[in-house]
């Protein structure tokens, strides 16, 4: 067990790292580079999920990023637990990219200090065009 958590505190550290250099420098992320940090996080948080949900009108992949404490990212499963679902819909116009390194210093710091609320689940469309 004190091996599991070992490995698990170094995968949420090198996440934490990475989001951060991004921010560093004082830049948003290119679109690739911002899915790959969802993805990161996806990877080392049981409590997010990165989903694909179809394609947008230039022909790249729509994500949806979850975090819920209980681990439950199907919409059917969630609505039956009556949790309240906050959604953040970024990057609908081009240049608008605060509230995508909003989100993701938002999601990093959520799943990193484990402060989420165990009432909520927070869906985030990373980039929508």
């Given amino acids: 067990m004190r091996i599991f958590l070992w490995i698990s505190l170094l995968i949420a550290s090198s996440v934490q790292a990475q989001v951060t250099l991004e921010f560093e420098q004082n830049r948003t992320p290119e679109y690739d580079e911002v899915i790959a940090m969802y993805r990161d996080m996806d990877k080392a948080y049981s409590e997010a999920q990165l989903i694909e949900y179809g394609k947008s009108d230039a022909g790249r992949p729509i994500y949806l990023f979850v975090i819920n404490a209980d681990g439950v990212f199907d919409p059917y499963e969630i609505n039956r637990d009556q949790k309240t679902v906050v959604l953040i819909n970024n990057g609908i116009h081009p240049g608008e990219s605060c509230g995508v390194d909003a ?27």
């Fill in 103 to 129: 989100c993701l210093k938002i999601a990093d710091d959520l799943l990193r200090e484990r402060s989420f609320s165990r009432d909520m689940v927070y869906a985030i469309i990373p980039i929508y065009n």
